[in-house]
């Protein structure tokens, strides 16, 4: 589908507030399923990593899931932070029991499977993900870098980045293939509660991210044979989308739920 992220990105990174705070508001007023204080008892939990620019809100369509969902806030990255470096102290936030699933969206995913070496989840879901950044389109990569490397002293007053942010997110989304006006709003929302420092860094860590070659959980991959940031030749997925973007968790809700579940009970106990 037609829409991006990385307009938004090129928006956020290079015309936001360079005293912003890297985690921004979006983490902490919106990430209602924090994994913080949370404990499993009996079923099951889904430990979920959104992608760079978005939040809790990205994984609406998942509450219909039969199990509990945690979403783990964003933490402020260090300078210059490696993604791995970055994922092994995003573990310390996340206090779960077994047994747990941990997944994630584009650069979620990444991170998830980061993640996964310094934890035991059941298995690891890659939605609308990679394994390495080598999977993303070069041209994303190209400006991924530019955006990654932009100076903190190019940003403009938050009073005129946000408005031109959304007026940018305005247009692209509503050009987008399959995205409700909903979606798109919510999409908007996001963007407009981003931060672009944090954004910045993701785009520099998320390109210069080698991967995990060998994992030592089961991974599940579904992708969508149109989605554009990282195209379907450069990754191996289990499960093709048909007609999906790089938004299927919002746009394929209920082909991406039920995939999560099948792949999820094959790993607990039967009845």
């Not at 990105?9 to 983490?27: M, R, V």
């Not at 924090?34 to 509450?63: K, N, Y």
């Not at 289990?238 to 991406?256: F, K, P, S």
């Amino acid at each position: 589908m037609r829409f991006r992220f990385w307009p938004l990105i090129l928006c956020w990174a290079i015309l936001g507030d360079p005293d912003e705070k890297c985690h921004g508001s979006f983490s902490i007023r919106h990430s209602a399923f924090s994994v913080r204080e949370f404990a499993l008892t009996a079923q099951p939990t889904l430990v979920f990593i959104s992608g760079l620019g978005a939040d809790a809100r990205l994984f609406t369509p998942q509450q219909a899931l039969p199990w509990p969902i945690r979403v783990v806030e964003w933490i402020e990255p260090q300078r210059r932070e490696p993604l791995a470096g970055y994922a092994e102290r995003l573990v310390e936030r996340v206090k779960v029991e077994k047994p747990f699933f941990l997944g994630g969206v584009s650069m979620g995913g990444m991170i998830a499977l980061e993640m996964s070496r310094w934890m035991e989840p059941e298995a690891v879901f890659l939605i609308a993900s990679a394994r390495s950044g080598r999977a993303i389109n070069p041209l994303f990569r190209a400006c991924g870098r530019l955006i990654g490397g932009a100076p903190l002293w190019a940003g403009l007053p938050p009073a005129i980045a946000k408005p031109v942010a959304l007026l940018l997110v305005k247009y692209t989304v509503r050009r987008a293939d399959h995205l409700t006006h909903e979606q798109a709003e919510l999409c908007r929302q996001m963007a407009a509660d981003a931060s672009p420092r944090f954004v910045r860094w993701g785009c520099r860590a998320t390109v210069g991210w080698p991967g995990v070659d060998l994992p030592r959980v089961a991974v599940y991959h579904i992708h969508g044979d149109r989605d554009r940031m990282m195209p379907l030749r450069r990754v191996k997925p289990d499960h093709v989308v048909r007609g999906g973007g790089h938004l299927i968790n919002l746009t394929h809700a209920d082909e991406v739920n039920a995939y999560v579940v099948a792949k999820g009970k094959s790993h607990l106990p039967k009845p």
